[in-house]
Nanobody
Framework: QVQLVESGGGSVQAGGSLRLSCAAS????????VGWFRQLAGKERELVAG???????TYEDSVKGRFTISKDDAKNTLYLQMNSLKLEDTAMYYC?????????????????WGQGTPVTVSS
């Protein structure tokens, strides 16, 4: 069983940076895809950055060039480096893991979720 715990969220001014971390209690190594999602109240959770089990990263268009997803297998920890933050990046951010080679394209295929960490970007 995999348990995920996010940290690193907070408040930042537009243009600033934050680094989110997601510590896993179970193994999320080479056989797992991982991802970072965000969600606004009343809206569907969306994938902003995904990492296939082979290390291939994909990003939602609005965060390309600003966000970087990475994973440290030795620490069993997932990261999301967020730079040049914009007001519209404000959301609750969740990490997730799934035992698939490729990042799943449907929410129901992600069995493991963190509790979420809030990010607020202000002007």
């Amino acid at each position: 069983q995999v348990q995920l715990v996010e940290s690193g969220g907070g408040s930042v001014q537009a243009g600033g940076s934050l680094r989110l971390s997601c510590a896993a209690s179970g193994y999320i190594g080479s056989s797992y895809s991982v991802g970072w999602f965000r969600q606004l109240a009343g809206k569907e959770r969306e994938l902003v950055a995904g990492l296939d089990s082979d290390g291939t990263a994909t990003y939602e268009d609005s965060v390309k060039g600003r966000f970087t997803i990475s994973k440290d297998d030795a620490k069993n920890t997932l990261y999301l480096q967020m730079n040049s933050l914009k007001l519209e990046d404000t959301a609750m951010y969740y990490c997730a893991a799934a035992r698939f080679f490729r990042v799943p394209d449907r929410l129901e295929r992600w069995p493991y979720w963190g509790q979420g960490t809030p990010v607020t970007v202000s002007s």
